[in-house]
């Protein structure tokens, strides 16, 4: 069965780089790795994904090792408005006799400090 | 702009009460799940549904049921509220094929059972 691990809090400032790591093994070797933002009283939304190496948008940066066992969310520069609860999203292994499903993290908290 | 809407962002109801959450959405996804979010417990999947009249349990199915009779909407029933199941509903919708890790969520349900 997979499984993610991924800090549950982190502090920064405004205008550092912050970089959230997401640790999980046996997860699909055909799908996405996910990342999503949360703030207070709404819904995830989507911020980022990736299959293998890097993956950048107009938001944040993604790595992804060749062994796929982890996953990086990069935010440049970030602002007070970055302060969210940011979460990984991987899918199961489907080979580990389990029927294929999406694994979520338990979301790492994000402050940004003046 | 894509649209995941749920019917009311906060419900009071009291222990025995039946409680109905809607949920629709515009974009023709085919997968529907329904979700609570407790604090420190992250995100667990209640029920998920892949098509029209098709529904799967999640991981804490107990005590909820779903309906899903059009491929827009999806409910999510508590035959009869109690109070651990005060907590907050989120209801998220995706493809099928392509990229189901890509969630679209509604604004979430804060209910709380009195």
């Known amino acids: 069965l997979a499984k993610t691990t991924q800090p549950i809090s982190m502090d920064s400032y405004e205008g550092q780089e912050v970089n959230i790591t997401c640790s999980h093994n046996n997860i699909a070797t055909n799908d996405y790795i996910t990342w999503y933002q949360q703030f207070p009283s709404q819904g995830p939304r989507f911020i980022i994904q990736?299959?293998?190496?890097?993956v950048t948008n107009e938001v944040a940066s993604l790595f992804i090792p060749a062994d796929r066992k982890s996953s990086t969310l990069s935010l440049p520069r970030v602002s007070l408005s970055d302060t969210a609860v940011y979460y990984c999203?991987?899918?199961?292994?489907?080979?580990?006799?389990?029927?294929?499903?999406?694994?979520w993290g338990l979301g790492t908290s994000l402050a940004v400090n003046p | 702009d894509v649209k995941v809407t749920q019917s009311s962002r906060y419900l009071v109801k009291r222990t025995g009460e039946k409680v109905f959450l809607e949920c629709v959405q515009d974009?023709?996804?085919?997968?529907m799940f329904w979700y609570r979010q407790d604090p420190g417990l992250g995100l667990r999947l209640i029920y998920f549904s892949y098509d029209v009249k098709m529904k799967e349990k999640g991981d804490i199915p107990e005590g909820y049921s779903v309906s899903r009779e059009k491929k827009e909407r999806f409910s999510l029933i508590l035959e009869s509220a109690s109070t651990n199941q005060t907590s907050m509903y989120l209801c998220?919708?995706?493809?099928?094929?392509?990229?189901?890790?890509?969630?679209?969520f509604g604004s979430g349900t804060q209910l709380s059972v009195l």
């Open positions: 999203l991987v899918g199961d292994d489907p080979n580990a006799g389990n029927n294929r499903k999406l694994i």
């Open positions: 974009m023709d996804h085919e997968n």
């Open positions: 998220a919708s995706s493809y099928l094929a392509g990229n189901p890790e890509k969630l679209f």
């Open positions: 990736g299959y293998k190496t890097k």
